[in-house]
């Protein structure tokens, strides 16, 4: 037992040093001054500083209600009122110590100040006899016994003045702010603020007397503004009154809120977004840590989040986090003691989201003719009487889907023939309307098809084309939804788009017409170039659509010589290529282009490099409008 006592001296002899040398240094600045209402006055001692408080811990000892300076007149009393703690740390230290109270009060700015013999409380009422001004400060000591300084904890207030008036002033209106306007609600401890009330005129000389709304939630002490939350889990929001009393006229009243909780709001948000958890309240300074806690629905407590951080944002959320809930852990520590927080638990509720989430998936295949993209969504040179088959999937991915029944629907082209639909692998019934919107579709659709309880579906339609009237088809596979019978889905669901590209399966050709324009002498013996009447300058425009392109040559002839009239032009036509070499015209066909099996035939002349030039000799001309005809001959191999 011995053993134990001496450490606990020790110790004692520790913290002895510790404040000596605190003291001392205030001691060495205690000719601090602070203002009261205009009025410079030197303190009995330099006031403590504000101490540090997370929540309801004090970090700090010192004084959480300071004696306000106030206003009044002669004969009518005025209270300040105080309200002080011990760091938590202190009190262990302090086991069992009691606040006692002194009171100094100085009528001369400070220049004396006197112990107020017999004035013990904790609060101190004034009952002025004559106008001035009277400044007051308290020290505060805790011990159990007997006070032995340096060892046991004291502390000093700020400085207030009451300055008494002739007669009193109105208070006009009451500003009302708190210290804290969060208080934890589940706690041993119970959790405290105050409130504070400034009238304008500051001078006003009423009293502020204080009221809530809801005592559920908090008690607050009339004449302090002590407000003192409960501790057996009640949240909400009060509202705390403030009323200054006017000697002529109604009180000015004033108001602030104050929410009471456990520490988290519960959360709800919508499927798919995520959700933050804030712890709430006044932290003068972070925690050393905080530890977050979920609660699956099925009661399994996991860590997901360790460090300082005071929030935790969750991932996005799904249908399964509903219900779940949040907590956290929070540890302070200050002179060698430590303590911890531990927050309500926070509820998360997710929003279900009702709306489908369709994907339909479709490909496209030419069973008569092999010409595809490597997606399989588009088939080229289709022509009528191909067989060709549009299949797909269709899956609805959220399982609260308000998706029950749909139809399929497929855009085919107009001409087609079908000859078989599938879902799921069976042969099922189907129905063809034309598309209102496009002549040249018309709608394959599958009716009543069940997602309640089967979410994927497998499509498929067999058909053979017709005659096209767009040389491009394109089919969106889509669903049109009911959540019942008789209660459909706004839009419809869209799938990717196929597209079925028509040919005519012929080489059509358009010679052009070449004119040399208006030409005087000063073209004999020249060659002059000549323009064709199209815009590309094409001699020969082709369009080569055939599916299979045999060998191919291009011949052209000029059958007869330049006439007008009886009159003929000595002249010839030269054919250049595009390596700018020249074959004259005559009635015997040239080979122009040979393009062998499998080659698209391109058009005859600009962008190939080729041309026709007119070469006029010197000789007899008449004066005229000379034309000759050319002739274009297009071979195919067999």
């Known amino acids: 037992m011995m053993k134990n006592k001496w450490k606990y001296l020790i110790l004692a002899v520790l913290v002895a040093v510790f404040s000596f040398s605190y003291i001392s240094n205030d001691q060495r600045n205690s000719q601090a001054t602070v203002r009261a209402d205009d009025i410079t006055v030197t303190p009995y001692h330099r006031p403590t500083s504000d101490p540090l408080k997370i929540l309801f811990v004090w970090l700090t000892s010192g004084y959480a209600l300071q004696p306000q300076s106030q206003y009044t007149y002669v004969d009518h009393p005025k209270t300040l009122y105080t309200d002080s703690a011990l760091s938590f740390w202190e009190a262990i230290i302090n086991v069992g110590a009691r606040a006692h109270y002194t009171w100094y009060k100085t009528t001369d700015n ?76 589940n706690q041993s401890d119970v959790a405290t603020t105050f409130a504070h009330g400034t009238p304008t005129p500051e001078n006003a000389t009423g009293e502020i007397t204080w009221s809530i709304d809801n005592p559920d939630l908090v008690t607050v002490d009339a004449n ?68 977050w806690h979920k609660i699956a629905p099925d009661g399994k407590d996991t860590t997901v989040s360790s460090g300082t951080s005071m929030s935790y944002t969750t991932d996005k959320t799904t249908y399964k986090d509903d219900g779940t809930k949040f907590y956290a ?23 279900f989201n009702y709306s489908p989430d369709v994907k339909i998936n479709s490909t496209i295949v030419d069973h008569s003719y092999d010409d595809h993209n490597d997606a399989n969504t588009t088939v080229n040179n289709v022509v009528a009487g191909d067989e060709l088959t549009e299949s797909g999937t269709v899956s609805d991915s959220n399982v609260n889907s308000k998706l029950k029944i749909g139809s399929i629907i497929i855009d085919l082209p107009v001409g087609a023939e079908v000859s078989k639909a599938y879902l799921d692998g069976q042969e099922e019934e189907y129905s063809i309307l034309n598309d209102p919107d496009d002549p040249s579709s018309q709608l394959l659709m599958m009716h009543n098809i069940d997602f309640s309880t089967t979410q994927e579906h497998s499509f498929e339609v067999n058909y053979k084309a017709g005659d096209f009237t767009k040389i491009v088809h394109t089919s969106t596979p889509r669903v049109s939804g009911f959540e019942d019978p008789d209660t459909p889905i706004d839009g419809d669901f869209l799938g990717n788009s196929v597209t079925v590209n028509f040919t005519t399966n012929k080489l059509d050709a358009v010679a052009g017409n070449v004119s040399y324009g208006e030409l005087t002498y000063s073209n004999v013996g020249k060659p002059v170039d000549g323009s064709v009447d199209n815009d590309a300058s094409e001699l020969l425009s082709i369009q080569d659509n055939r599916r299979d392109k045999v060998a191919t040559k291009i011949y052209l002839s000029q059958s007869e010589p330049f006439k007008f009239g009886d009159s003929k032009l000595n002249a010839d036509l030269r054919f250049y290529d595009s390596d700018d070499n020249f074959t004259v015209l ?53």
Do not use: C
């Not at 016994?145 to 000093?156: C, E, G, M, T």
């Not at 712890?279 to 300074?285: E, K, S």
């Not at 852990?329 to 929003?351: D, E, H, P, W, Y």
């Open 110 to 185: 400070g220049k004396t100040w006197n112990e107020m013999k017999g004035e013990t409380g904790k609060n101190l009422t004034i009952s002025p006899t004559e106008e001035g001004s009277v400044s007051y400060q308290q020290e505060v000591r805790w011990y159990k016994l007997f006070y032995v300084p340096l060892v046991n904890p004291n502390a000093y207030s700020k400085v207030a003045t009451i300055k008494t008036l002739p007669d009193p002033i109105t208070a006009e209106k009451l500003d009302v702010t708190v210290d804290d306007d969060y208080l934890y609600n």
């Open 224 to 291: 302090t503004g002590l407000i003192t939350a409960n501790n057996f889990g009640k949240s909400g929001t009060v509202t705390v009154t403030g009323s200054i009393s006017n000697s002529d006229t109604d009180p000015a009243v004033g108001t602030a809120r104050v929410k009471i909780g456990g520490g988290l709001d519960d959360q709800t948000v919508d499927e798919g977004q995520t959700a933050t958890f804030k712890v709430l309240g006044n932290f003068a300074q972070a925690p050393d840590s905080v530890v």
């Open 329 to 351: 852990v929070m540890k302070i520590s200050s002179g060698g003691q430590s303590t911890s927080i531990t927050t309500n638990n926070a509820l998360l509720t997710v929003n």
């Open 586 to 638: 005559t009635p015997d066909e040239m080979l122009i282009s040979d393009n062998a099996a499998g080659d698209k035939v391109n058009s005859i002349g600009a962008n190939e490099g080729q041309s026709i030039w007119l070469y006029i000799y010197h000789g007899k001309i008449d004066y005229g409008q000379y034309e000759t005809s050319l002739d274009w001959t297009i071979v195919n191999s067999a």
